[in-house]
């Protein structure tokens, strides 16, 4: 599957505090699990429900300098509530988000990007099994879109859940906000860290420096040598 900006940008923003053991959630092909590896976490749980992309991602992970670091399940996330009851210090997703069809032939990546059923209703359960799987302590760090900002707030509070940081996320200076990135726990916090990204500079397929700095451990040189930005 593509690499796309959103995970590039959740895991090189991702709040991982003191983590030992991350879960990410929806996993894929893999690319925040590795991102989390190369950041020192020492043991990542990869859970996706899709055997193909589950066995996508246990290939990469063997392929990594850090194998030993990684489990992949292949399993309902929603299912596991019981059996890895506050097993992880951080959990991090970039969840299928976008409601109504999407128009793609590549049914795969549909699929890892679109919400099924009742939007209210996944994101619900979906912040409920996030809650139930961390630790007292832990982490959660996701992505989603801005316009549906206040939508994912509401949930996360009604799961037990307090924003501690916001990252708002727009292609350039002139652009509207696409994304919000937003890390959580489970005990509200005395003031909430919010901040903003651009992406590209004005001048289009240029970088900016805030997100060369982000992201740069994550990117071959030639990548930011390029004209041309990812999408």
């Known amino acids: ?64 300098p850090w194998p030993e670091k990684f489990e992949t399940i292949c399993a309902d996330v929603h299912h596991l509530r019981e059996s890895l009851k506050a097993s992880f210090d951080l959990i991090i997703s970039n969840p299928p988000f976008h409601e109504g069809h999407i128009e793609s032939i590549d049914i795969e990546r549909n699929k890892a990007r679109q919400a099924t ?56 200076s ?8 937003a890390c959580f726990t489970k005990s509200k916090v005395d003031s909430i860290a919010i901040e903003e990204l651009c992406i590209e500079t004005d001048n289009r397929g240029f970088y900016t420096d805030s997100y060369k700095a982000l992201t740069q451990e994550f990117y071959l040189e030639r990548v930011f040598s390029r004209t041309k930005g990812i999408s």
């Open 1 to 64: 599957m593509k690499i796309g900006t959103d995970a590039v940008l959740l895991g090189s923003w991702c709040k991982t505090g003191s983590s030992i053991h991350a879960a990410d959630l929806g996993a894929g092909s893999g690319i925040l699990s590795l991102m989390l590896a190369q950041r020192g976490l020492q043991k990542v749980t990869a859970i996706e429900s899709d055997m193909h992309a589950a066995m996508q991602a246990s290939s990469n992970f063997s392929l990594s």
């Open 117 to 172: 059923g009742n939007p209210e209703e996944f994101r619900k359960n979906w912040f409920e099994t996030a809650f139930e799987l961390s630790k007292d302590a832990g982490l959660l760090n996701i992505i989603f879109p801005y316009t549906d900002e206040g939508k994912w707030l509401a949930s996360a509070a009604s799961a037990g859940w307090f924003h501690s940081h916001l990252c708002r996320v727009r292609g350039n």
């Open 174 to 181: 002139k652009a509207a906000y696409s994304r919000t990135m």
